[in-house]
């Protein structure tokens, strides 16, 4: 119905594309702001798709320094498909992506006011790793990275926080 709109899927789709399979033939660190434009891509196609029903808010005060290829999209796709999209009708979401230094590190944090979850449920449930499979194969990635870590705090009805402590 959007010509304009759709012109713009394609073109965001193909990129999206593009950038999963160059991250996916690499096995060496990437820089943030790539793996930043490839989220905001991914971001686009499902802001499409779900008819603007959330926004994003970005608070990014460091982009120069590296991480494993698709570290932060995998996160980001979480939040929107387990959290965001099970929200009920009318209801915006919100997704928040920021980053910032601390003393030796660098937080990444990623906070939705989706559905949220009981993690004691998740890590109890023996289907987590079908459940969780992207946070999973981003802990695998980190794993590359000595000291770096992953944190998820969630509650039912208040949304998710992940937050990744990059050493630097």
Known sequence: RDPKRAKDLVSWLSEYIKGNKGFSEKDEMILFSDELDHTMTFLEIEKAVLEDAFEVEYDIREKDFELPALTLQPVVENAVRHGIRKLAPGTKGIIKISTHRG?????????DNGIGFDTDEITDNPD???????????EERLRIMENAEMHVKSYPGRGTTVEIIIPV
Do not use: D, P, Q, S
């Open 128 to 138: 987590y790793e079908a459940e969780m499979h992207g946070l999973k194969n981003v």
């Open 103 to 111: 003393n030796g590190y660098i937080k990444i944090e990623v906070k």
